[in-house]
Structures are given as structure tokens and as C-alpha cells.
């Protein structure tokens, strides 16, 4: 367990000279038990644990695999120069690590999940495409998948470069629409993209197109962690590079403009700073498909030219041009619910795109939350870790239909439910739900975020399963049942009904939950969605905006509208 930070210096000052005289292969092992502001803590203690922690590659190493990826692909991050230092390596995960994870919207109702996941030196933003499923199920068809976003470590560990993807309408080719990243709230639930205004753009040196040749910064322990003079407690600092100065001025913050003020922004400053992607660096992976050394000469190729790129050309554009006349806030919000955006734009010279992650309090529905139309955010799904008693927590895909897998080259797929499983506990008694969050059908049958079943899992089922066999035509093996409702036709799209059902888990982590009536059966296995990124199949992206947050009402897929996606063997699936 770890230690407190006031019992680490307390133990620390009566062992420093045993915790000096320790071979750096054991620090290494003791820091993997400490958290980074337990070793900061200790660092603080004196110099002699200053100079043997702070530079101790061993020591950040273990606090970097208590955070991050395969210690192989951390030794192959730190190997390429993409940071300095393991220290700053971990300055890196700590940043964005609240990032990872399951993101939505609600519009488009099919579904609008992206997934972020761990890049090179990065993480990066993936949307899941609505889809059907091939002949052999997951495992026989590439996932379809489109690039959101990416944020790039800088050589000192902040999280420097952030990069918005997308493609125009009839365009050839991705583009990139370079940005900052503001504050990440380590316990963030909402990503929000914004335009930040303030002064100059700084000029970037020569030297940073090289990140090897930066020296190891030296000014704390750990780059964003510094002691605070007046309390002598650890305080974390801002984690962005230098970038256009963000005004303190809550009330001029830039989600109090009126909607129409806010899209307008965002569409000028994309346009504006939206690169072209020359053929090497739209053709090459976002993160390692494979353990080979090919991809990570790939990856970091990669990023040093995206690096390059963002320094080449500019980041930031003046805002002298912009059309005023039309701004909304200039007839809304007169009882000062919006700020006019003259006022807004007073604040600096130059306008950037920025990537903020924040926490709100958010009310929910059935393990779903509720989302405002007007904001160009992705909302981040809570993932509760499987524990005993709520082993079915977490994220599951299947389709309609028993056995899970038909092989037939001749029938056309079915479609891709994802759905996310969580428990919730309601007048004593607890339950399983399952939100849908990505269909597959050509036209949507149920409202994104939809309690596709509720089951109790104190309550065992009075029904059997309907089947023998599986697909193998093995006998089924249920492990255990639980008595519940299922999803049906109600009111109206927006407001179904529920009938009784009976959840089935199976052998081979297979659930099936069967409505009792119609014997209609949702067949669900486990789904570990890096690995199904990894060896899935990268389509292009919708333009950049909407690539983020897609705020119109959409009934259909979005993606099989797409002139790229139209035609060939991807449309088939679409």
C-alpha cells in the first residue's frame, strides 16, 4: 500500500543514509510500492536523496510502468529522444493519463464512441466506426476505426503538441489542425475542445525540432511538480508548453459565448491552421500495430515530422478578420448569460485551438449522462474494474442472434452492438445495466445510451436457456442466470418500453440475454478494444469539427455518406 506523504518523510529522515547505500537496482524496486509524489516527498528530504532519486533512470522507470504502456514500448519511447529523461517520461503519463478511456456523445445515435489509447510518445483519440460485423465475427474482420485527436509529449515531458485530425468533404487527403492542450483535471469526466485568445504567438528555436538535443531540465525533481514556498507541499503545475497565455477572467471564458459565436471560432481558427498530410505521414500508424521494430522506426519518423510540421507553419491566427457582424451574442443572452464576443476576442491578439479536460458534476440516467447539444465535448464513461460479485463490469460487443457466430460468406453481416455493463444500486438492491453505445444498423432502431437490459443480480432466473449447442455445436454450460427486462417497442423512438428477460452467462465468457417472450437473444463476449484498435483498419475521418463532437441530430451512419467510404469493400460494412 502506499505510503503518505508526511510518513515518507517522516520515515525517510531516520533512514537516508540505509536509502543512500542502496544499489540502484533496489530503489528501482522500492519506488515500484511509492507513488511519484511519495518519491518527490523523499527527494525533498536532502540532497543526497535529491541527487541519487532525481536522476536515477531506475527509479522513474518503475513509476513509469506503475502509469503507462509495456515497459518495452517505454524503453523504445525514451530510446527514440522523444523525452529526456524516464523523469520526464513520467511527468508525461502522469499529464495525460486521465485521458485514457471510453468517450461519447450522443449524436450521432448510432453511436459515437472514441476510445484513447496509448500512442507513441502520445495518446491518441480513436472513434469507433458503426459497423457490421464480418462473416467470423470480431475475430475474423478488421475493426473499423477513424483518428480524433492526438496528444504529443515535448521533450520535457509536458504535453506539448495537440492535434485535431479530420478530412474536408471530396478531399484527397487527412489533415491536421495543430493546437495546446490546457489543464487536465486528473479526475476529468468531460473533454471539451476550445479556442483559447491572448497574446503574440512565441517563436519556437531551431533546436526543438531535435529533441534529443535538449538538455535535461533540472529545475524540480519532477518538470510540473515543485515544492510550494509557502506551505513546503507538493503543488502540480500547469503541464502545456509555452503557448498562447489563457486570461484568468472566468467570466470571458470561452464556453460562455453563444453557441453560434463559439462554432464559428472553432471553424476559423481549424481552417486557418489545417495542414494538408503529405502521403508518408497520413499512411503511417498512429501506435504499434505489432511488437516489430519496423513500426517504431514508423512511429517515431512519425512524430518528429508532425513535431517539425506544427514549428513550420502556424498554430495561431489573428482574429483582425473576423466577421463581427454576424456574432450571436450580439442579440443573445442580454441578461448576461452569454459574453459578447468583442469582448471575448479583447482579451488577446491571436486565437488557438485548445484541448481542455475537466471535471463537471453530471447528473445520469441509468449509467448514462446527460448531455448538453450546444457543446463541442465528448462526455467520458466511468469503467469499473471487475471485481468479485461484479465481474461483468466493463465493455462488451456482440449482435443480435444465437449461436454468436455463423460462418456463411454468402449472408451479409450483422450488425455491432457495443455495449457497456456497469452496476448501480437502487432501493437496496443491485443491478446490472447495459447502455448500448454503438449499433451497427444501416438506420437506428434504439437512442444512443439506450438501457438495452437491466438484470438483478441477487435474482437468480426461473428460465432455462433456449439452446443446446453452441456454434461449435458443443453443449452450452450456464454458469450462472439472473432474472431481469430487456429493451422493447414503447411510446414512442425516445421513450421505450421493457419486457422480462433472463441474462445467461456461458462458458467461454459469453453473456446472452434472451427476452422470455419473443426468445429474442443479444449474445455479448468481453472486448479488449486496444487490441481490436491495433489490428484494426484506420478509414478517413469526417472534418475536423465534427470529427470531434458531432452535434446534428443523425438517425443514420455518417460515415457511409462519406465519398471516401462509398465505394469498395468498406462500404459493405457500413
Not at 127 to 137: A, D, N, T
Not at 344 to 352: E, K, N, V
Request: aromatic content about 8%.
Amino acid at each position: 500500500m502506499p505510503l503518505g506523504t508526511e510518513e515518507v518523510l517522516a520515515s525517510a529522515s531516520d533512514g537516508v543514509p540505509l536509502l543512500l547505500g542502496l544499489p540502484e537496482d533496489v530503489l528501482g524496486l522500492i519506488a515500484r510500492s511509492l507513488r511519484p509524489a511519495d518519491v518527490c516527498s523523499l527527494i525533498l528530504c536532502c540532497r543526497g536523496l535529491r541527487d541519487a532519486l532525481s536522476s536515477s533512470d531506475k527509479v522513474w522507470l518503475a513509476l513509469c510502468e506503475g502509469v503507462g504502456p509495456h515497459p518495452a514500448e517505454l524503453s523504445r519511447w525514451r530510446d527514440a529522444g522523444a523525452v529526456t529523461s524516464y523523469r520526464s517520461l513520467c511527468r508525461f503519463l502522469l499529464a495525460v493519463a486521465p485521458l485514457l478511456g471510453i468517450w461519447v456523445h450522443q449524436n450521432p445515435e448510432q453511436g459515437n464512441v472514441v476510445c484513447v489509447v496509448w500512442g507513441f510518445a502520445s495518446v491518441v483519440g480513436c472513434r469507433v466506426i458503426p459497423q457490421k460485423l464480418g462473416p467470423m465475427g470480431l475475430d475474423g474482420g478488421p475493426l473499423l476505426w477513424a483518428p480524433v485527436f492526438e496528444v504529443v509529449a515535448g521533450p520535457d515531458g509536458s504535453p506539448a503538441f495537440f492535434f485535431l485530425h479530420g478530412r474536408e468533404s471530396h478531399a484527397a487527403a487527412d489533415s491536421i489542425c495543430a493546437g495546446s492542450v490546457g489543464p487536465i483535471d486528473p479526475a476529468c469526466n468531460v473533454l471539451l475542445l476550445e479556442i483559447e485568445v491572448g497574446g503574440a504567438e512565441q517563436q519556437q528555436l531551431p533546436a526543438q525540432l531535435k529533441p534529443q538535443a535538449l538538455p535535461h531540465a533540472k529545475s524540480s525533481p519532477l518538470s510540473g511538480m515543485a515544492p510550494d514556498n509557502s506551505t513546503g507541499k507538493l503543488s502540480t503545475s500547469a503541464t502545456s508548453v509555452p503557448r498562447v497565455s489563457s486570461s484568468p477572467q472566468a467570466p470571458l471564458c470561452f464556453s460562455r459565448l453563444a453557441f453560434g459565436d463559439r462554432r464559428k471560432l472553432l471553424a476559423h481558427v481549424a481552417a486557418c491552421v489545417r495542414h494538408d498530410l503529405p502521403s508518408h505521414l497520413a499512411e503511417a500508424p498512429l501506435f504499434p500495430r505489432s511488437p516489430s521494430c519496423k513500426d517504431f522506426t514508423l512511429l517515431a519518423e512519425r512524430r518528429l515530422s508532425l513535431i517539425q510540421l506544427q514549428m513550420l507553419h502556424r498554430s495561431c491566427v489573428q482574429h483582425r478578420d473576423l466577421d463581427l457582424s454576424s456574432s450571436s451574442s450580439s442579440w443573445a443572452g442580454a441578461d448576461g448569460k452569454h459574453v459578447h464576443l468583442h469582448e471575448f476576442l479583447m482579451l488577446g491578439d491571436m486565437l488557438r485551438l485548445c484541448l481542455r479536460a475537466s471535471k463537471e458534476k453530471l447528473t445520469k440516467y441509468g449509467g448514462w449522462p446527460h448531455m448538453q447539444d450546444d457543446r463541442f465535448a465528448l462526455y467520458k464513461l466511468p469503467l469499473q474494474i471487475p471485481v468479485a460479485g461484479q465481474e461483468y463490469a466493463g465493455l462488451w460487443g456482440g449482435t443480435f442472434g444465437w449461436p454468436p457466430v455463423q460462418p456463411s460468406e454468402n449472408k451479409p453481416g450483422k450488425p455491432l452492438f457495443f455495449i457497456f455493463l456497469s452496476y448501480e444500486e437502487a432501493e437496496g438492491k443491485m443491478l446490472l445495466i447495459g447502455n448500448k453505445i454503438l449499433e451497427g444498423t444501416h438506420y437506428v432502431r434504439r437512442p444512443n445510451g439506450s438501457i438495452m437490459f437491466t438484470v438483478k443480480v441477487d435474482e437468480p432466473a426461473l428460465d432455462t436457456f433456449p439452446w443446446d449447442v453452441d456454434a461449435d455445436s458443443k453443449p452450452v454450460e450456464v454458469h450462472h442466470s439472473y432474472s431481469g427486462e430487456g429493451i422493447t417497442n414503447g411510446y414512442s423512438y425516445r421513450y421505450p418500453g421493457s419486457k422480462p428477460g433472463s441474462l445467461f452467462a456461458i462458458q467461454d465468457e459469453i453473456l446472452a440475454f434472451v427476452w422470455k417472450d419473443s426468445k429474442a437473444v443479444l449474445t455479448l463476449q468481453r472486448l479488449d478494444l486496444q487490441d481490436l484498435l491495433r489490428k484494426g483498419e484506420r478509414v478517413p475521418a469526417l472534418p475536423p469539427i465534427a470529427n470531434f463532437a458531432y452535434l446534428t441530430k443523425s438517425y443514420s451512419n455518417v460515415f457511409a455518406s462519406l465519398p471516401s467510404l462509398s465505394h469498395g469493400p468498406i462500404s459493405q460494412r457500413l
